[in-house]
């Protein structure tokens, strides 16, 4: 150094920036510091070096123009300098925070956060009904987002831990650099977790437990699809009731009455008439259950109505042969003493020809100014098998005996579901059909439960239904008008011969009758209305909840992970390199990964130095 304070280059070290740039040659003066070491084995004082090969850096490549100022000689005692000084670190706030655990943290709490959130609403959202849900966006999207949110945080928290196992790793097992490839490949996605799992065989616990974690997220988002569930659930709407009509008496007064002579001359009930016609051809009109809704509920009720008692008495039947001068006649007598007639005659004009059908009725009790039921009816018929004659048409002989009388019909559990009726229980009360007028009132006829145990209902007075004469009498008109068949008229001609001969069930038949003659009863001039309950369906969100135990399990168990790498890091006294390639960029080989006491070195110089040196290998 001369008095100017000039430095003078030590021999052999004297450089020019019009030279070609030289990789080895012109690296960071502290490079040296460190390889005089191995150059001191390796070369003998005698013998000169020539520093790099030359086919290892093209010599066509120069320094930048910003560094283009004029080179000075370098001393020993510079180079001595150099190798005890740090240049400056300049680092920005970024790469401040990223040389620490900072975002990795936040990373975690965010995915606790996210959690955390998703069950907050799960948690709101359990037992409450679909349409509560007033947003735009379905709940279903809602937990989506939650649950990848929290999935997306935890993975960059966990890559970025298995990225810093790698160089914990190599402190620990530097004869296993193959090893570095397979923490790297395992931080970036699950086929490298799985690879790493299979090839490293003496990694950390931890690295194994991120794999682990890094597989199992594959099923953070199916599983959490599994946590809402939607279910249909009936409940009560409130403000509309369902309702039915029912009748504790059956009176239309003097409707087609002669007020004169207290005869019926004109209509007096047609809807009766039809439900009994209806009922003979197995047709019956649905009670009057109304149902505003898409499923309704009715109370239990009693009701005034009709009921039969039917018997087959083919076997018991007497039959008696009439003498004819044409044909064969008989006589059949029911064992309730009803009598009908049955015929069969052959002639070369008509061929052979025979009674088909044949019924009647009666009233049990006078007729004038009496109830009128109950009433008694039978039915005889000869069904055609294709091969009766004179000899053998009676062998097909099918008879019936059957009571159609007054009686209570109480029913329970009957409902009404998309306009369709469910029966539910029925239950008959027998009442006593007596003909005795009622007191003070000689039009009526009081009807009480044979058995006095049996209730009609809480609101039915005398616990008796009550009934005009007049009805009782056109009820019976319908019922003998149905049931009895006049020879003088062809069968067509008439409403019950063709019905009762074509009917599958004689029987079930005439239940129809008194079924469809109730139904009417129900909803007659004197019935009241009593009112049920209509449901809707209602869609309902259910969370299951053991599904939310795997998302927990791996949100825990990535944390876990982060804060055990945390310690072990701190405990090696390492840098957190984490995914960063700075080490790999060290432009000196004997650069330590760990310090204990100082801070990290940011040599920019150097790095910049050793990656133009790597770049010019990265070309063909």
């Known amino acids: 150094m001369d008095p100017s304070g000039v430095q003078y280059p030590h021999q052999g070290y004297e450089y020019s920036y019009h030279q070609p740039y030289d990789a080895i040659h012109d690296q960071d003066i502290s490079d040296y510091t460190h390889h005089n070491y191995s150059t001191a084995h390796q070369y003998d004082s005698s013998q000169p070096y020539?520093?790099?090969?030359?086919?290892?850096?093209?010599?066509?490549f120069s320094v930048p123009e910003e560094n283009n100022t004029p080179w000075h000689s370098v001393t020993e005692m510079e180079i001595d300098q150099a190798t005890t000084s740090k240049p400056p670190s300049r680092t920005s706030y970024w790469t401040r925070i990223n040389e620490g655990w900072t975002l990795e943290v936040v990373s975690q709490l965010c995915s606790v956060a996210f959690l955390l959130a998703l069950i907050i609403l799960l948690s709101?959202?359990?037992?409450?009904?679909?349409?509560?849900?007033?947003?735009?966006?379905?709940?279903?999207?809602?937990?989506?987002?939650?649950?990848?949110?929290?999935k997306a945080s935890l993975i960059y928290a966990l890559g970025q831990t298995i990225s810093q196992l790698k160089w914990l790793h190599l402190t620990e097992k530097p004869d296993r650099l193959e090893d570095l490839q397979h923490y790297d490949d395992a931080s970036r996605g699950p086929l490298g977790a799985l690879r790493m799992l299979w090839a490293v065989r003496s990694g950390q616990f931890v690295a194994y437990l991120g794999c682990v974690i890094i597989l199992l997220a594959l099923a953070f988002e199916p599983f959490s699809q599994q946590l809402l569930h939607f279910q249909e659930r009936v409940i009560t709407i409130s403000g509309v009731q369902s309702s039915v009509s029912f009748s504790t008496a059956y009176d239309f007064q003097y409707d087609g009455v002669d007020g004169a002579s207290a005869v019926i001359v004109g209509p007096r009930d047609n809807p009766m008439t039809a439900a009994a016609v209806n009922g003979v051809y197995d047709?019956?009109?649905d009670p009057p259950f109304v149902c505003p809704g898409t499923t309704c509920s009715y109370p239990a009720f009693t009701t005034f109505g009709i009921c039969s008692e039917c018997a087959d008495v083919t076997k018991t039947i007497q039959m008696k042969r009439i003498n004819a001068t044409y044909g064969q006649v008989y006589s059949f007598t029911?064992?309730?003493?009803?009598?009908?007639?049955a015929s069969a005659s052959i002639d070369a004009h008509s061929g052979f020809k025979h009674t088909l059908t044949n019924a009647t009725a009666e009233a049990v009790n006078s007729e004038f100014a009496g109830l009128g039921m109950p009433v008694k009816l039978a039915v005889i018929r000869f069904p055609v098998d294709g091969q009766a004659d004179i000899d053998s048409w009676m062998d097909t002989m099918q008879a019936y005996e059957c009571t159609m009388s007054f009686c209570g019909r109480q029913y329970s559990g009957w409902n009404t579901t998309n306009g369709t009726l469910s029966q539910g229980r029925e239950h008959i009360i027998k009442l006593n059909n007596s003909d005795v007028p009622a007191p003070d009132e000689p039009w009526y006829r009081l009807l009480a439960p044979l058995d006095p145990a049996e209730s009609l209902g809480a609101d039915v007075k005398n616990n008796s239904f009550k009934i005009s004469y007049l009805d009782g009498e056109n009820i019976l008109s319908i019922l003998t008008s149905i049931f009895t068949i006049s020879n003088g008229?062809?069968?067509?001609?008439?409403?019950?011969?063709?019905?009762l001969y074509s009917s599958p069930?004689?029987?079930?038949?005439?239940?129809?009758?008194?079924?469809?003659?109730?139904y009417r009863m129900m909803s007659g001039p004197n019935s009241t209305t009593v009112h049920g309950e209509v449901y809707t369906t209602e869609a309902y969100m259910k969370v299951v909840w053991p599904w939310i135990t795997p998302l927990i399990f791996v949100v825990a168990a990535s944390a876990i992970c982060l804060i055990a790498v945390v310690f072990m890091t701190r405990n090696a006294k390492q840098w957190v390199w984490k995914s960063s390639l700075t080490p790999l960029l060290l432009p000196d080989a004997s650069y330590v990964l760990t310090s204990a006491n100082e801070g990290l070195v940011d040599n920019n110089s150097q790095l910049r130095s050793r990656t133009m040196t790597i770049a010019k290998y990265l070309a063909r």
Not at 489 to 499: E, K
């Open 489 to 499: 008229l062809p069968a067509s001609q008439q409403i019950g011969a063709t019905a």
């Open 283 to 285: 047709v019956v009109k």
């Open 334 to 341: 029911t064992p309730g003493n009803l009598t009908m007639q």
């Open 505 to 518: 069930d004689v029987m079930a038949t005439i239940d129809n009758i008194a079924k469809g003659m109730s």
């Open 124 to 150: 709101r959202l359990d037992g409450r009904t679909l349409s509560a849900w007033t947003i735009a966006v379905s709940p279903n999207a809602f937990v989506a987002v939650l649950s990848i949110a929290s």
């Open 50 to 60: 020539y520093g790099a090969p030359s086919h290892a850096v093209p010599q066509t």
